[in-house]
């Protein structure tokens, strides 16, 4: 069902502001809205807490840097099942978080400087790679000659011929010598010496045959202080980077506390963002909001410690009221299926109960088997211990429980029991076949025309629910004429069809034609002319395409499960496929493992998918009205803490 709502107003003192946005924080049954101040009004004013709002983005940046930082370094490592701790709200607000705060800024600074470091380690590991191989040259890197002579240091490649090249400038340009320094794979380091009066036509021919001029500095001292000096500097680089690494380390313990201080600063900035929807005036604030019919004396009872006038009315013509559904521990799962397509209407109907049961009952069927219902469970029963998952996860889990439920019973009924598995090890084993079909109602694989009528008629029952639900709509807003004969007529046909293919009655005829007048004859009844109205009438006969094109979709039920079967099928016989005893066990345990989880993702993916399209196009489709929007009150934003209120709070 759709919860009622009720518009709050509220006047409190500016003094009890700081209060007040806590406490409507931890009461977590009120939706705020955004006030505006009235242009030109120099007396009322929108709360700026904008500053502030930024400090705590910031510091909360901060924090989640940090612990993604520490968290490969914490000692108290959670694993891949992550628990939430538990504490009351006065161990909460009691917690000193400054600790935790400067250690966040600290780690994320370290950090910073270790990636600085990481750069210049680089750099340096660079520069000594390039000096390196200059190792045995006796000359500064940096000294480029006298007043009268030019040294030249260099590349060349290998191909190069340093004895054709030494000849010709020997022989041209005298007073030069050439000299190979260092060799690598594809190049040559060289030094050339000459006098400076030739220096362009050397470089001119040593250009020619691929040289490339050093750039060292005129400062840079030989290659072997150089090297010296860079590997110390690396040496101390490394030093300061395992200094951070042990300081990372220390503050690492800090990460519980890190944790708190993160979801403080959080539901602080949920409290101040509170505040930035109120206005008020030096003394007073001013407040509108929404709150659910059954939290009101919730409400009253924490508002009454405060000086404050409050009104709480019915929504008023235009008001855009949230919604918020309450069902039972049955169908509460599948609100998250509803959410994902979006909420009814304020003051329309919540299908969620019938959303549940048909839900559950469809993807069974797409599923059909036993041993994937049973690990759908466990993982659903598993999730929920182990993690203790929080809204629409939570709601995932209990949905995983009750879907896995449908599944084995379908199995059951339907002989899936992963795949046609016992069967398999039977004639592996024993050489039998007594355990072939082990379905009650039919097997997909060996009756496939039977599981499809069977996946029709629920495709039937699941539109026919969604045209009662609509007559039913029709009759509580008062518009008894659609309901009877827009609804009433088709489900007249529909039921005189029924009977007569079913039963061979001529009843059903006598039902279907009395329901075929209704429509000919009163589906126009909105016109005057009878010939319009007959014409109107005859043309609404055409949705019966509709309806079947509707009822042929449902055959994706008999595709998908179909589908799992066969694949099951398959890697059940691969598993057995050597006759061999010791063999088949280990092939059953790794191909069949692999296979089926790959088989169960893939099934389990495929059939939430075509389940959400049946309920959101072929059933919503029916009476649905959509547009709602979802109850988002103001509360904690706890992200690594579960808090629990004391009574006396």
């Known amino acids: 069902m759709i919860k009622n709502m009720k518009k709050v107003s509220l006047v409190a003192m500016r003094s009890d502001l700081d209060r007040l946005a806590k406490d409507l924080i931890w009461l977590s049954c009120v939706e705020v809205e955004k006030c505006e101040a009235p242009e030109g009004d120099a007396i009322i004013r929108s709360m700026d807490c904008g500053e502030r709002i930024t400090e705590l983005n910031t510091e909360a940046a901060t924090l989640s840097e940090a612990l993604k930082i520490l968290s490969p370094m914490r000692r108290d490592k959670k694993g891949f099942i992550k628990t939430r701790k538990e504490m009351s709200k006065k161990e909460f607000d009691g917690r000193a978080v400054s600790a935790a705060t400067e250690g966040a800024g600290k780690a994320v600074a370290l950090k910073a400087e270790a990636e600085r470091l990481k750069g210049e380690k680089n750099k340096l590991t660079a520069y000594l790679s390039s000096v390196s191989v200059w190792k045995d040259y006796d000359l500064p890197l940096g000294f480029e000659g006298t007043k009268s002579a030019v040294v030249i240091t260099g590349t060349l490649p290998v191909s190069a011929d340093i004895g054709r090249l030494s000849g010709i400038a020997s022989e041209e340009l005298s007073a030069v010598q050439i000299e190979i320094v260092a060799e690598g794979k594809s190049t040559r380091y060289i030094s050339a010496v000459c006098h400076n009066s030739v220096e362009k036509q050397l470089t001119a021919l040593l250009s020619e045959a691929g040289f490339i001029k050093s750039n060292f500095p005129s400062q840079t001292g030989t290659a072997r202080e150089e090297m010296a000096k860079t590997e110390a500097e690396i040496r101390s680089v490394e030093n300061r980077e395992e200094e951070i690494k042990d300081a990372l380390s220390a503050l690492a313990l800090l990460c519980p506390d890190m944790e708190h201080a993160y979801d403080r600063v959080k539901t602080e900035l949920a409290e101040e963002n509170v505040k ?374």
């Open 276 to 649: 930035q929807k109120l206005i008020g005036t030096g003394h007073t604030v001013i407040m509108t909001g929404w709150v659910p019919d059954d939290r009101v004396d919730k409400l009253t009872k924490t508002l009454s410690k405060y000086e404050c006038f409050c009104d709480i009315a019915d929504p008023e013509e235009g008001d855009e009221s949230p919604v918020e559904l309450k069902n039972n521990g049955f169908a509460s799962p599948f609100e998250f299926v509803i959410g994902m397509y979006s909420y009814p209407k304020y003051g329309s109907f919540d299908p969620t109960f019938w959303v549940a049961l048909f839900f559950a009952l469809i993807f069974g069927m797409m599923f059909a088997d036993l041993g994937y219902g049973l690990l759908l469970v466990l993982i659903g029963a598993l999730g929920t211990k182990l993690m203790k998952p929080k809204g629409g996860t939570a709601k995932m889990m209990k949905l995983f429980v009750i879907c896995g439920i449908s599944c084995m019973i379908c199995g059951v009924l339907f002989g899936g029991y992963f795949g046609d598995l016992p069967a398999k090890l039977a004639q592996s084993f024993a050489g039998s076949h007594k355990l072939d079909n082990l379905a009650i109602v039919c097997n997909p694989l060996d009756e496939p025309i039977t599981f499809l009528l069977i996946s029709l008629g629920i495709g039937a029952a699941h539109l026919i629910c969604g045209m009662i639900i609509n007559m039913v709509m029709c009759f509580k807003r008062g518009d008894w004429q659609s309901a009877v004969f827009d609804v009433g007529s088709w489900l007249m046909m529909f039921a005189g069809a029924g009977v007569y293919f079913g039963f061979k009655s001529k009843v059903g005829l006598i039902i279907l034609g009395v329901g075929l007048l209704m429509m000919i004859t009163m589906r126009g009844r909105a016109k005057k002319n009878i010939f319009a109205r007959l014409f109107s009438g005859i043309a609404g006969l055409y949705d019966i395409i509709n309806y079947a094109s509707d009822l042929l979709s449902y055959s994706r039920i008999f595709a998908l499960a179909l589908a799992g079967a066969v694949i099951a099928s398959v890697v059940n016989t691969f598993a057995t496929l050597v006759n061999n005893p010791v063999v088949t066990v280990i092939l059953v345990i790794v191909v069949g493992t692999f296979g089926h989880l790959m088989n169960l993702a893939l099934s389990a993916l495929g059939a939430f998918v075509h389940t959400c399209r049946l309920q959101y196009v072929e059933f919503f489709g029916k009476f649905y009205e959509d547009g709602g929007r979802h109850f988002e009150p103001a509360s904690p934003d706890l992200t690594y803490t579960d808090v629990y209120v004391e009574q006396n709070n």
